[in-house]
């Protein structure tokens, strides 16, 4: 059965860096698009990145532009999210999800998503 697994997450301080790591089994990994949502509590969960099975990286949300990066490496399938400058709004359980193969959605939906991981949890403090 497919399985992604998070990892990477914690707690940390405004300004400082994480990166989470998502390890996908059971698919062909290369096949898929993957990505990257999170939810704080009380909130819906929302889009955060996400790259195409041919490794383009979409469009992100203003909320993360220009600190956070996604990233795969195939031959791990592992996607990877960079995260930088963390600020306190940040905080939230992140998912990572896998769309179906070679889909060709935007990916910014969770429709757009067959598989998700159980979430790794990132603090931000002030």
């Known amino acids: 059965q497919v399985q992604l697994v998070e990892s990477g997450g914690g707690s940390v301080q405004a300004g400082d860096s994480l990166r989470l790591s998502c390890v996908a089994s059971?698919?062909?990994?290369?096949?898929?698009?993957m990505g990257w949502f999170r939810q704080a509590p009380g909130n819906d969960r929302e889009f955060v990145a996400a790259i195409t099975w041919s490794n383009r990286p979409t469009l992100y949300p203003n909320s993360v532009k220009g600190r956070f990066a996604i990233s795969r490496d195939n031959a791990k399938n592992t996607v990877y999210l960079q995260m930088n400058s963390l600020k306190p709004e940040d905080t939230a359980v992140y998912y990572c999800a896998a769309s179906p193969p070679y889909y060709s959605g935007s990916g910014l939906s969770m429709r757009d998503y067959t598989y998700w991981g159980q979430g790794t949890q990132v603090t931000v403090s002030s």
């Open positions: 059971g698919l062909t990994f290369r096949a898929h698009p």
